[in-house]
């Protein structure tokens, strides 16, 4: 592979039966792959450490702390200024300066106005992204600020810098015709104050299109690495000198449905991406949906039923070959979270899907290690 990138969008397109997306076929059992195992959590995170050995997550519920490893929670209301209902699509970090960031959408502004004779989003159209921080761990928080008003269908990932720059992805949505761009967020203050990046326009047409829901990395040369989910077969990818300007925007080699992936830096300096691939392992066809300019311009395959792992061991030029962790027929099991629990042991859960599991990278290294695939 090259190197490049809930429910989603569009919560009411949940509706839709992934039998309309797919061969008709009985739903099947969930299969995980053998050397994974339970978590003792069904919560879904993200999940971050602070000080003390905590474990937290937010979610609309609440925040929730953990002092034994995620087998039993605290929980308390997220308290802000504002009426605030935190979305599925959130990224959380614990800053090298001890501050708690939770970026996400507020679910209580959200305004659907999508017009399919126009396949554009009406005026009034809103769904704002927002960063809160709180630093005392998560027990209070500070008035959440605002970043966009325009629809915002995902935030994947956070990522603090080794020059201590805090980063997140987001989206937004454009008209005249209706798309989606990606963005990124940069922080120099520890999330006190934020700063737009240019938006990375892909062109296309629908309430799924576009480019949408990027996941962001640091490369060893301290460049920002973005992967862009698309509706074009690939991943495609972007990178940053600064986190504010992303100049530089090519297609990878990386099949992918469309749906998004997920980076993780590991301890070890390990990539791991998480991601579905266009087709079941073994076929290379799968049904498409959009090309009618509703849902895309461009007919794409939304195949979720697997869920695939990757390790690349030099910033994303090669990955070893593709392992199905998660497979159930005709349900998605998509947009994951990862979280480095300790050094070497990774939680992977899924937004769409019940995948709720613990690996070890060792021991999904030595399996995957020996078969690469590269530029």
């Known amino acids: 592979m090259t190197p490049l990138r809930s429910l989603p969008i569009l919560s009411l397109l949940l509706t839709l039966s992934v039998a309309s997306l797919a061969a008709a076929a009985e739903k099947g059992p969930l299969w995980l792959h053998p050397d994974t195992t339970p978590l003792p959590t069904d919560k879904l995170g993200p999940f971050v450490r602070v000080a003390d050995d905590i474990l937290v997550t937010v979610d609309k519920e609440g925040v929730h702390r953990s002092q034994d490893e995620g087998k039993t ?12 209902e935190v979305s599925n699509e959130r ?5 090298s300066e001890g501050v708690l960031i939770l970026a996400c959408m507020n679910l209580k502004e959200k305004v659907w106005k999508w017009n399919s004779t126009l396949h554009d989003a009406d005026p009034g159209t809103t769904l704002p992204t927002y960063a809160i921080r709180s630093l005392d761990e998560g027990k209070t928080w500070e008035s959440p600020i605002k970043l966009h008003d325009e629809w915002s269908g995902c935030v994947r990932n956070m990522i603090e810098t080794k020059d201590g720059l805090v980063v997140f992805t987001a989206m937004r949505l454009l008209n005249n015709p209706g798309r989606h761009s990606v963005l990124t967020y940069s922080s120099a203050d520890g999330g006190a104050s934020w700063k737009p990046s240019n938006v990375v326009d892909l062109g296309g047409q629908g309430h799924h299109g576009g480019a949408t829901e990027a996941t962001v990395i640091e490369l060893e040369d301290g460049r920002l690495w973005k992967l862009i989910r698309t509706n074009l077969g690939v991943f495609w990818q972007a990178w940053s000198e600064d986190g504010v300007y992303w100049r530089t925007l090519a297609p990878t080699t990386i099949p992918a449905s469309s749906a998004p992936g997920q980076l993780l830096r590991l301890k070890s300096g390990r990539m791991v991406l998480l991601w579905n691939r266009p087709y079941p392992e073994g076929e290379d066809t799968f ?3 959009g090309g009618d300019r509703e849902w895309s311009e461009t007919p794409v395959s939304n195949h979720r039923w697997e869920l695939s792992l990757a390790f690349s061991e030099d ?32 939680w992977l859960t899924t937004m769409q899907g019940p995948v709720r599991v613990s690996l070890e990278e060792d021991e999904f290294w030595k399996q995957a290690n020996g078969t690469t695939t590269g530029k």
């Open 287 to 289: 049904p498409l949906s």
């Open 91 to 95: 990224a959380l970090i614990y800053t």
């Open 73 to 84: 929670w605290q929980s308390a209301p997220l308290a802000v200024d504002i009426p605030f």
């Open 315 to 346: 910033d994303g030029t090669t990955w070893t070959a593709p392992m199905v962790i998660a497979r159930q027929k005709e349900t998605w099991l998509s947009y994951p979270y990862l979280f480095e629990r300790k050094p070497g042991t990774l």
